[in-house]
């Protein structure tokens, strides 16, 4: 009677504390150099060294910027941050993904890449976004810097067990309708504070039939319905993926990871704390028209108005609309844009950039836009020249910039100038969230190509061929 996250918790726990949290082993932690800091320091002033050291991967991604990479980071505080991580994994003996590096990329992306992130782990890192990992069927949420500390020194956490929830979607996806898509769509039903408290499963026919990256995309955005995290049981999709990757296992150890990670599923008696089920053919192609990820609409569909929006959120609702330069009841299909971003550990994988270059092939990029393309890793780059997506994108009009989580947070010199509109394959629109000002449409890689060559809100399905 266990479900997938009961199983993989379970067989973790190394103590309970009576009337108090769970003592939680880690498999993995990742660190960036924004959030790592003041964990490097406070095991300096305790004199105490990494409990499990190569458990534990670093590599900058926040303050990286998308050119130029060769030269120094221009901007100071920027650059002590890269400088501080490389220092101090040198100083505690951590494996490093230096800027520039093969092996680099914003962190989201390149643990999976690399087998670093494998089915029935633990996994955490001091960002929110770590419930991407779960994709592959793993226990992964984001931690704050005294808890980055605490997994450095000993390999465990303290954690209250989270309750479970399975979110199915029955039936195929339509045409152009992405996981993304998906992920807006659950925002829109269950609010960004709907599934708080609980740790979500993704299940049902058309979960099965995404892609690892469109899982990616999807466990990614649990957070963003107030999630502690989202996973997706192991399949053959998942295995094929893992399999021959730089840190999977090989040889008889992968034929014994294997026959574990079938395992690793809910049983068909599994009981949830909630059960919720949607129906694709419901989806469409979506976009966002206010401040938080959770107010979307499809494409087709018009800005509510203020009478449809509960009394409770209405201040809210007017609020976001003003920031927005939007109006209650208003479509916003054919509303001119001036940025258009594709990237960070939401859509920025390989996936992401053959679905943007399906649609501006043979077309060219509109004038007055500035479009940032951005890929997850220097191994995306690598695989985006491999199959000449990049050809494509170039006699498009288009420019592919260095890995960077770039104008996913302002953070870097991407930066969305104030009341401009852009449309972001990123995860969060809130004020400011792409620069001081900025206005986010939230977004699928194929709204955003098809905003992109028409220079404004455009239904993608338009243009596929």
């Not at 296992?249 to 909630?274: N, Q």
């Not at 001036?338 to 994988?349: I, K, P, Q, S």
């Not at 004020?431 to 449409?441: D, L, V, Y």
């Amino acid at each position: 009677m266990n479900t997938l996250f009961d199983k993989i918790w379970d067989r973790h726990v190394v103590q309970v504390v009576e009337d108090g949290p769970t003592q939680l082993y880690i498999d993995r932690l990742y660190a960036h150099e924004v959030t790592s800091p003041q964990a490097f320091e406070g095991l300096r002033r305790r004199g105490i060294g990494c409990f499990r050291p190569k458990q534990i991967i670093c590599m900058p991604d926040h303050n990286t910027p998308s050119h130029d990479q060769d030269k120094p980071i221009a901007d100071e505080v920027s650059k002590r941050q890269v400088d501080l991580l490389a220092a101090n994994c040198k100083e505690f003996g951590l494996t490093h993904f230096p800027m520039n590096t093969p092996d680099n990329g914003i962190v989201h992306v390149v643990g999976p890449e690399k087998g670093l992130s494998l089915p029935g782990m633990t996994i955490v890192c001091g960002d929110s976004h770590t419930s991407t990992h779960g994709a592959v069927g793993a226990i992964a949420f984001g931690i704050g810097t005294t808890e980055v500390e605490m997994v450095m020194a000993s390999q465990c956490i303290l954690q209250q067990k989270p309750k479970t929830m399975r979110i199915t979607i029955n039936g195929s996806l339509q045409r152009g309708v992405t996981s993304k898509d998906v992920a807006l769509f659950l925002m829109a039903k269950l609010t960004t504070s709907g599934a708080t408290g609980y740790f979500v499963e993704y299940a049902g026919q058309a979960i099965r039939e995404l892609t690892m990256e469109g899982r990616l995309t999807l466990c990614n955005l649990s957070i963003e319905m107030g999630a502690r995290g989202g996973l997706v049981a192991p399949d053959e999709v998942t295995f094929n993926y893992v399999k021959g990757r730089e840190y999977a296992p090989k040889g008889e150890e992968w034929e014994r990871a294997v026959a574990y990670w079938k395992t690793l599923h809910s049983d068909d008696d599994a009981v949830f704390d909630r059960e919720v089920t949607f129906d694709a053919a419901d989806i469409e192609p979506r976009i966002t028209y206010g401040t938080n990820p959770g107010m979307g609409i499809g494409i087709s569909e018009s800005i509510p108005k203020t009478e449809q929006v509960h009394s409770a959120a209405r201040l809210q609702f007017k609020k976001s609309l003003a920031y927005m330069q939007f109006h209650p009841g208003e479509k916003l299909v054919g509303k001119p844009v001036d940025y258009v971003f594709l990237g960070a550990c939401t859509n920025g994988r390989i996936e992401d950039f053959r679905a943007f270059a399906s649609i501006v092939a043979g077309r060219k990029k509109a004038s007055g836009v500035t479009v940032w393309l951005v890929p997850g890793s220097w191994h995306v780059l690598q695989q985006i020249k491999e199959e000449h997506l990049d050809e494509v994108i170039h006699a498009a009009g288009f420019e592919i910039r260095q890995p960077s989580c770039s104008a996913c947070l302002a953070m870097n010199d991407d930066k969305i100038p104030a009341g401009k509109l852009c449309v972001s394959t990123s995860n969060r629109n809130f004020e400011g969230r792409q620069g001081p000002g900025a206005r986010t449409i939230l977004a699928s890689p194929l709204v955003a190509a098809a905003a992109a060559v028409t220079g404004r809100i455009t239904d993608p399905r338009e243009l596929m061929s």
